[in-house]
């Protein structure tokens, strides 16, 4: 193949949609990138998106590109899509938006529903699975709609993920990719496809079968490049798409994460630890691993749900002279959280932080909340700062811990992607709470790339996924661990950290029941 020859990703992420093309060793030859606007919000806790606006801001990204003239829709092979996880869209029977989208950080609840008696009843109540079933039904948008929406419900054809409105955009048919499906639907995570008709989710959900798009594996032809969109796009009429994976699965592949040894962390708005591996494993109790990039495999993945939004939540509470100073310099303020950080000695002078500002269902459980303890007077924003990337960082130790013990394989590299990664003083300090090496990708574009090897595979250009890392991905900036630091996080970790959950556990439960709140 013709160095020439490229491979198109769309990276439909939270904070923005970038279109990148990549040649057949990984680099990065062009890029656009338009900004979005994560959500609407016209209640406390609501996300939601009006669809059009993901897909005309696809547009704008496309403009961009051949705008800038580095690469011709001719020298592009085939094109792949990646985007953000479980944010839904209802369609009526021609395929149009009935709603906004419902964003994947929607905090709303369906109304809680009587408890299913029976067998399965009885079965769910032996296993302790009262909380996970509630939380399914109450967090699956589609009961909430069906609740609190019932017209639109009554008129939704097809109920479908943002990956799945994308693709029809692009090729006219309603598919999408089994890395792309997650989240509270009738998905057999095991069996990478839609359950079968005696599963319970299906009792538990108002969607139904035949609203489900077809599914179609990683790395295999999902369609061609419609008429309509050649028009939106500039790509060529008939040019094959390629089925990727969501975004924290493609940046998985990207960094080069193909097995179980390799532990991948992801410093996004979610902050999560991921291996790759050819076994279902479910690290918590009956909380499935997700798909994939690598076509038959499964994503380990522990999450913060709230990771790296937290620098996000700091930079508006406490970093307003920050923002005054990189408005002056034409930067962004986080450019300047490395002065922050490197202004504190490690373990922030005793200042510790919980990363649980979103409850969870297992961990934490539905009474988690949020912690800094240690105060003292010699405490500022700086250590609050470096408080809260250390909190991160050693919540995602334990996950790496409770993979190893789940899996059985020790994780003895890691990779760190997402826009936390771009910090040195983050990557070092990341290197010394793990106690390895912590290695940057060679690109910051991870989940595009990720995707960009989907389609590599998928038209042929490499036999397999092996062949296609090796080629296509590398080690960037390497940053290793400082062994008396290393020593210091070490007992915090052990001897702090690790103790202060079940030790607040049964406050944040007090709290709840005092204040009602979450």
């Not at 016209?42 to 961009?64: C, I, M, N, T, V």
């Not at 800094?372 to 609050?384: N, P, Q």
Request: hydrophobic share 35%; with cysteine.
């Amino acid at each position: 193949m013709k160095q020439s020859h490229y491979f198109l990703a769309i990276d439909n992420g939270t904070q923005s949609v970038r279109v990148l093309v990549f040649d057949n060793q990984g680099n990065e030859i062009a890029k656009s990138k338009v900004e979005l606007d994560p959500y609407i919000s016209e209640h406390p806790g609501w996300a939601e998106q009006d669809p059009k606006y993901y897909w005309q801001s696809l547009g704008k990204a496309f403009d961009g590109l051949w705008a800038a003239g580095k690469v011709r829709p001719e020298e592009v092979l085939g094109v792949s899509l990646t985007t953000q996880r479980y944010t839904m869209i209802n369609l009526d029977e021609e395929k149009k938006p009935l709603r906004r989208a419902i964003v994947w950080m929607d905090q709303r609840r369906a109304v809680s529903q009587e408890p299913l008696g029976g067998i399965i009843g009885f079965g769910i109540k032996l296993l302790g699975l009262g909380n996970l079933i509630e939380d399914l039904r109450s967090k699956s948008r589609c009961n909430w709609i069906a609740q609190n929406e019932p017209e639109i419900w009554s008129r939704t054809r097809h109920y479908v993920s943002l990956s799945a409105y994308l693709t029809y955009q692009l090729i006219g048919e309603l598919k999408d990719a089994t890395g792309s499906t997650m989240g509270y639907l009738p998905y057999d995570y095991k069996q990478q496809c839609w359950a079968k008709k005696s599963d319970l989710k299906w009792k538990l959900l108002s969607c139904t079968r035949d609203m489900m798009p077809e599914l179609v594996k990683t790395g295999e032809l999902l369609g061609h490049i419609s008429q309509k969109a050649s028009e939106m796009t500039g790509l060529p009429v008939g040019l094959p798409m390629v089925a990727a994976a969501s975004d924290k699965a493609c940046e998985v592949l990207g960094a080069g994460g193909s097995e179980p040894h390799i532990g991948c962390l992801s410093y996004g708005t979610t902050a999560t630890i991921n291996t790759t591996t050819s076994k279902y494993i479910e690290i918590l109790p009956f909380i499935p691993p997700y798909t994939a990039a690598i076509p038959g495999f499964y994503n380990t993945e522990m999450m913060i749900y709230r990771g790296f939004w937290m620098v996000n939540w700091f930079k508006n509470e406490f970093a307003h002279y920050e923002q005054r100073k990189a408005k002056a310099l034409g930067l962004e303020a986080e450019q300047l959280f490395d002065d922050l950080l490197n202004q504190v000695p490690a373990g922030s002078m005793g200042l510790m932080m919980q990363p649980y500002w979103s409850p969870g269902v297992r961990q934490p459980g539905p009474e988690g909340k949020g912690a800094l303890i240690g105060f003292g007077d010699v405490h500022k924003r700086a250590h609050i700062y470096r408080a809260i990337l250390e909190g991160l960082a050693y919540e995602l130790r334990q996950g790496k811990e409770r993979i190893e013990k789940r899996s059985r394989v020790p994780i003895t590299r890691l990779r760190v992607s997402g826009g936390g990664s771009q910090s040195d003083a983050a990557m070092q300090l990341t290197a010394d709470i793990f106690g390895l090496a912590a290695e940057r990708p060679h690109t910051y574009e991870a989940s595009g790339l990720g995707a960009a090897i989907n389609c590599a595979v998928g038209l042929g250009e490499y036999p397999d996924y092996l062949t296609a890392i090796q080629h296509m991905t590398r080690k960037g900036d390497v940053f290793e661990p400082h062994f008396p630091t290393v020593q210091l996080y070490g007992r915090l970790y052990k001897e702090v950290y690790l103790e202060m959950y079940k030790r607040m556990k049964p406050l944040y439960q007090s709290i709840r029941e005092i204040t009602g709140y979450p």
